[in-house]
């Protein structure tokens, strides 16, 4: 947390949903402490106010159109270390949960736990703490007992993890976007971006776009 964090705490929002980002608005303004520092309706948008505005605390909706939360995440934290971020979601999958922290976000929050917990979890995270929803306390403590050495089972697809581009070239693509859009979003040569292409395709054992926008799907890259 940056000094200014102990009077008011700047908060971004991001999130596709303008009635879901409202109602986050509405909880941080009620707090005489808290202020919005900036509203993104993508992950894009959201690195880009990220730089710009360096909020104490980023709450991303973890399925957002073009980037998604981790990967926004995952980027904002690159740029700006001081800022915790806490991913807010209605999914609670164990590979999720693992994903989300592994990049560095300090917070998960259920989206139906946001009325009741969604200020307590900014404290958390701006306190130096992290934070997670009480509902998957159960969850955590599955996928711990799954990871236990005896537990563990021979490598499969879904638990191959892409790096941090590679999602951002598979959410592209099972978006919909060509080679050429892909290049222009990311600032790389058409060139360059038929290589990620070919990597994640081979990576993954897919042999189709269809293949792809299943995975996308089922590990919550994009919402079906």
């Not at 073009?66 to 609670?92: K, S």
Request: hydrophobic letters at 40%; charged letters at 20%; proline letters at 3%.
């Amino acid at each position: 947390m940056s000094e200014s964090s102990s009077e008011i705490l700047r908060i971004l929002i991001a999130d596709d949903h303008e009635i879901v980002r409202q109602g986050v608005k509405n909880l941080i303004e009620n707090e005489s402490d808290m202020t919005i520092c900036g509203e993104a309706i993508d992950g894009r948008e959201a690195v880009s106010l990220s730089a710009a505005t360096h909020p104490d605390i980023a709450v991303l909706d973890l399925s957002m159109p073009g980037l998604n939360g981790i990967e926004a995440c995952r980027q904002i934290i690159r740029e700006n270390p001081n800022t915790a971020v806490l991913i807010f979601t209605m999914h609670d999958a164990e590979q999720l949960i693992r994903e989300v922290f592994s990049v560095g976000a300090k917070g998960y929050l259920l989206k139906s736990d946001a009325g009741r917990h969604l200020i307590g979890a900014i404290r958390c995270l701006a306190a130096g703490s992290h934070y997670y929803s009480p509902l998957l306390s159960d969850v955590i403590f599955q996928g711990f007992l799954n990871n236990s050495p005896t537990q563990r089972g021979p490598a499969s697809t879904s638990t191959i993890l892409p790096t941090g581009r590679e999602r951002e070239i598979i959410q592209l693509l099972a978006e919909g976007k060509s080679n050429k859009d892909v290049a222009s979003i990311l600032g790389i040569s058409v060139k360059t971006a038929e290589t990620h292409r070919a990597t994640v395709m081979r990576k993954l054992g897919f042999h189709s776009i269809s293949d792809l926008v299943r995975y996308a799907i089922r590990n919550h890259i994009i919402e079906a």
